[in-house]
């Protein structure tokens, strides 16, 4: 079963945290693409309507509305797709260089835990000084900007390769204006087209929903924390884990373990109880876009989730293996069916460069809500 957030905080209005976070010399060809994009649909409209107007005048029983009515919806189209465009470059400018408000938040109540003068606090204030002078600067939080995984959430209806297309436009345009770094390359020839497209590049999920809106989140994970996933068979005998919420504690205590002084802790795990191979690495991927605050619905996963942090906590590994109090800043449990055979438990460990974001569209395209 999913977990879902049982309360989630309202989100905060990114209408108030985007201006904050926009850099004038990125911000001002967005602003001005958004003007632009009005005006033309107005234009044409007047046009259209001026069109139909006339032709009453000089024939009135002869004027048909369907072309008038083609021609406008032609436009409108056009210019939609282009505030599409506009809408997912800023998704992925805002992802790459703003921390969202739930990890932030949890970074610096770490800050304030850490012990003053300590290894543990400086780099907890270097991570703060990274995120301040990124979103500052409108600059990626960090120099890998990972791989690019986007999740979609749509009506019935919903043109799907019409929409891969116009995010590939954006994931190129957001490469060339530095968004992005060049982090895309073929696997058997290790060439880079400096695009951040190739099979499989951009990662887009699509997911059909009752709501007649659409929904796109954006995660960008970085290659070092992707390293230190992993995925165990239980029974473990090496670990003395079984095939039940123990044997599970003791393997994603395990991955902590051994994910000390690489992946750029402090942490955050996603984890799939279940599944098979591939669908538990999925989903506990998907466990990501969870907000750190919320609450697992089902009670036995909340505690879990709970336990590990609390647990991962008095480890000593601390922010980037230096010793601490702060291991991980949080962990996303949820349970998929599985074969009576099999006994998967996958993880992904996220970075505390959580780079994650995600927006509601209008219907003509613009960005009507922030996510996060
Ligand atoms: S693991 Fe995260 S913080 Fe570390 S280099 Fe990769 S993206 Fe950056």
Redesign the pocket.
């Known amino acids: 079963m999913k977990a879902k957030n049982a309360k989630v905080k309202k989100p905060a209005s990114k209408a108030k945290v985007a201006p904050k976070k926009t850099n004038k010399k990125v911000a001002k060809p967005a602003a001005t693409k958004k003007v632009a994009a009005k005006k033309v649909v107005k234009a044409p409209a007047k046009a259209v309507a001026k069109k139909v107007a006339t032709k009453k005048v000089v024939a009135k029983k002869t004027v048909t509305k369907k072309a008038p009515v083609k021609t406008a919806t032609k436009v409108v189209n056009t210019n939609s797709q282009k505030t599409l465009e506009a809408s997912l470059l800023e998704l992925i400018r805002v992802t790459s260089t703003v921390i969202p408000d739930d990890v932030q938040k949890v970074i610096l109540e770490a800050l304030e835990r850490e012990e003053k003068n300590t290894t543990a606090e400086y780099a907890m204030n270097i991570i703060k000084a990274n995120i301040d002078l990124a979103k500052k600067k409108s600059q990626p ?6 791989t690019i995984l986007f999740y979609v959430s749509h009506p019935v209806g919903f043109e799907q390769s019409k929409f891969t297309k116009l995010i590939e436009k954006a994931v190129v345009e957001a490469t060339k204006k530095g968004y992005l770094r060049q982090n895309s390359v073929d696997s058997i020839t290790g060439q880079n087209s400096g695009l951040n497209i190739g099979p499989g590049h951009p990662s887009i999920h699509y997911h059909e929903h009752a709501k007649n809106t659409v929904e796109v989140k954006l995660m ?8 230190v996933g992993a995925q165990y068979s239980l029974p473990n005998t090496a670990l003395g884990a079984g095939r039940d919420l123990d044997g599970v504690r003791k393997v994603i205590l395990d991955a902590v373990y051994k994910a000390q002084g690489k ?2 802790g402090p942490g955050v795990l996603g984890v799939c109880i279940g599944g098979d191979r591939g669908a538990g690495y999925i989903e506990s991927k998907e466990q990501l876009l969870r907000k750190l605050g919320d609450t697992n619905s089902m009670k036995v996963l909340a505690d879990l989730e709970k336990e590990i942090v609390e647990t991962s906590n008095k480890l000593g590994i601390g922010p980037m293996g230096f010793g601490g109090k702060t291991t991980l800043l949080g962990c996303k449990i949820s349970a998929l069916n599985r074969l009576p055979a099999s006994f998967f438990v996958s993880i992904s460990y ?4 959580f ?1 994650r974001q995600g927006v509601e569209l209008a219907a003509n395209n613009e960005i009507k809500k922030w996510l996060y």
Request: with cysteine; proline share 0%; glycine share 24%.
């Open positions: 939080l960090c120099q890998d900007t990972g960008l994970k970085g290659g070092g924390c992707e390293n992946g750029c996220m970075c505390w460069a780079r």
